[in-house]
């Protein structure tokens, strides 16, 4: 860490303080040399290996987007699609993993996707699980009354 005033080196931390959401820590810094004190702010990154082997910073908007188009004429809400794309990005923070491939990405959705909508579920996963038949599609949809089949219903 260079300070921004005169380019030294290093600091010393004076005040460490966790942001509201919890997601980043505040720091409070000294330059030894010009004794002036500055902030910063430490996240931890996030990045996503494409297929092409390009690594990107994750980013919720872009889960939003390819959820939103298989979500398309379904009763789903921004803020439906928002909640998901939280979880999808908790359940990739839970790997402990600073660079995950995109294909991670898309099993993370899969899940919360299926519980938020059947029929976007469907949608999505034909597309990223490229079915090619309509044997692809029964399997999925067996699959989808099988876990129906599992829950226990409600009594009242």
Known sequence: MHCPFCRHDGSRVVDSRTSDDGLAIRRRRECPACGRRYTTIETASLSIRKRSGAVEPFSRDKVIVGVRRACQGRPVSNDDLALLAHKVEEAIRATGQAIVDSHEVGLAI?????????????????????FNSLEDFERAIADLRAAHAAQPTARA
């Open 110 to 130: 899969l899940g919360p996707l299926r519980e938020l909508d059947e029929v976007a579920y469907l949608r999505f996963a034909s597309v990223y699980s490229n």
